[in-house]
């Protein structure tokens, strides 16, 4: 009898396991790169997308990605572009990232928290 309650324990965890893995794992997911400016000459680049209700910050950022995102919002200033459209894969982490703007005297001041994901995969789309 311990035998089995001990099975069926084992296959609970595991099932519960592969549901929460499945849920911090994104394939192929549409978004777009969004850019907050938190101080002079300081930006944190902040993902969105449609199958997560919050902010995402990506902890692995590639360089050219950041450019291409960069050169993105400046062309688009003052008009109604809500990001740099990417497709990214990644794993979502447990921690998360404070995301700040910049005061009337230019310090960052906390806003909000992204968790944070490490991405396997971005490209614009």
């Given at each position: ?68 995102a960069y050169e993105y919002y400046i062309r688009n ?49």
């Amino acid at each position: 009898m311990k035998l089995i309650v001990g099975l069926i324990f084992a296959l609970f965890l595991v099932n519960c396991r592969s549901l929460i893995e499945a849920d911090t794992v994104l394939t192929n997911t549409e978004g777009t790169l969004g850019i907050v400016v938190c101080s002079r000459g300081c930006y944190q680049y902040v993902l969105s997308t449609t199958t997560i209700n919050k902010p995402i910050f990506p902890v692995n950022l590639d360089k050219t990605v950041q450019q291409a995102a960069y050169e993105y919002y400046i062309r688009n200033q003052g008009k109604m572009a809500s990001g740099f459209p990417v497709v990214f894969s990644g794993i979502l982490q447990e921690d998360s990232t404070t995301i700040s703007t910049p005061a009337p005297n230019d310090v960052p001041i906390p806003q909000f928290k992204a968790r944070n994901i490490e991405l396997t995969l971005m490209r614009q789309r």
